[in-house]
């Protein structure tokens, strides 16, 4: 399986940039990576997707080494609302190999 | 558009009784999901569909069935509901990869609790 390994949590103050790194040793070739931020009691929310190097959008980016092994997703100057928990996902449309993971819990303090 | 919703947001069960949860997308998604979230646990796949007519196996299966008679529905059943099938059920729904984007909507949630 494409499993992920995360850290279960993270604590950040407001304004810090905060990057939440991801293990997918066993990623396959046609694998994409992705992001998901969840609020308690919500379903989860697209961040970003990408499959190597260097992607950027309005709300985060995402570095891919060239390995692909692991991914880090980085939040720029974070508010005390990006409190949830961030899940990678890797092996989306490989069902056999499909795995979300815990995430990573990240609590923004004032 | 509505995105994806979810029906009913909450139901308690009694062991052994069954019900269906009704999930529909207005977006035109060719692909649906069902996932279980139990407390503090990340997703996990029940079952999936890539098009109408076809649903498939994911990776916690066992105890549910699935219909997806029309492209906007896609339906999760419990023939005889178990206290472990007490979670938070998800719906998503997604274009196809051949799309290029790998984005899933996900439905507000069904909380459903087994006695």
């Known amino acids: 399986l494409a499993k992920t390994t995360q850290p279960i949590s993270m604590d950040s103050y407001e304004g810090q940039e905060v990057n939440i790194t991801c293990s997918h040793n066993n990623i396959a070739t046609n694998d994409y990576i992705t992001w998901y931020q969840q609020f308690p009691s919500q379903g989860p929310r697209f961040i970003i997707q990408?499959?190597?190097t260097k992607v950027t959008n309005e709300v985060a980016s995402l570095f891919i080494p060239a390995d692909r092994k692991s991914s880090t997703l980085s939040l720029p100057r974070v508010s005390l609302s990006d409190t949830a928990v961030y899940y990678c996902?890797?092996?989306?449309?490989?069902?056999?190999?499909?795995?979300f993971g815990s995430g990573t819990k990240l609590n923004v303090k004032p | 558009n509505a995105g994806v919703t979810q029906t009913p947001k909450f139901r308690v069960l009694k062991t052994g009784q069954s019900m269906t949860l009704l999930c529909a997308q207005d977006?035109?998604?060719?692909?649906m999901y069902w996932y279980r979230q139990d407390p503090g646990m990340g997703l996990r796949l029940i079952h999936y569909?890539?098009?109408?007519?076809?649903?498939a196996k994911g990776e916690v299966p066992d105890g549910y069935n699935v219909s997806r008679l029309k492209k906007q529905n896609f339906l999760l059943g419990l023939e005889s509901a178990a206290p472990s099938q007490t979670s938070v059920y998800f719906c998503?729904?997604?274009?196809?990869?051949?799309?290029?984007?790998?984005?899933?909507?996900f439905g507000p949630g069904t909380r459903l609790t087994v006695t």
């Open positions: 990408g499959y190597k």
């Open positions: 998503a729904s997604s274009l196809s990869p051949r799309s290029g984007s790998y984005e899933q909507y």
């Open positions: 996902l890797v092996g989306l449309y490989n069902f056999n190999k499909f795995y």
């Open positions: 569909s890539v098009g109408e007519g076809t649903t």
């Open positions: 977006m035109n998604h060719e692909y």
